[in-house]
Nanobody, 114 residues
């Protein structure tokens, strides 16, 4: 069964940085557009960034210029470098495909607070 394991979150001050990682198991990783999602407290899950199998990237307007998504098809890993963090970036971050057709992992939580 496909499984995603996210890691790298934490508590950071505004302006701080983190690097999130997602390991994918039992899937044809290289064939899928992969997405980082996040769910802020009390809000719907939203798309933060996505990367196609060939490496083309796309970002939510709220994170453009601050977040960078990348993938390693050989290692079946997805990364998200998050810089210049703001309190509104607080939430649980998940990875999945663009169709989100696989079970969600536990996510990794980012809390941005002074």
């Amino acid at each position: 069964q496909v499984q995603f394991v996210e890691s790298g979150g934490g508590l950071v001050q505004p302006g701080g940085s983190l690097r999130l990682s997602c390991a994918a198991y039992e899937m044809y990783f290289s064939c899928n557009t992969m997405v980082w999602y996040r769910q802020a407290p009390g809000k719907e899950r939203e798309v933060v960034a996505r990367v196609t199998p060939t490496g083309r990237t796309d970002y939510a307007d709220s994170v453009k210029g601050r977040f960078t998504i990348s993938r390693d098809n050989d290692q079946k890993t997805l990364a998200l470098q998050v810089n210049s963090l703001k309190p509104e970036d607080t939430g649980v971050y998940y990875c999945n495909t663009v169709l989100a057709q696989f079970p969600w992992g536990r996510g990794t939580k980012i809390t941005v607070s002074s």
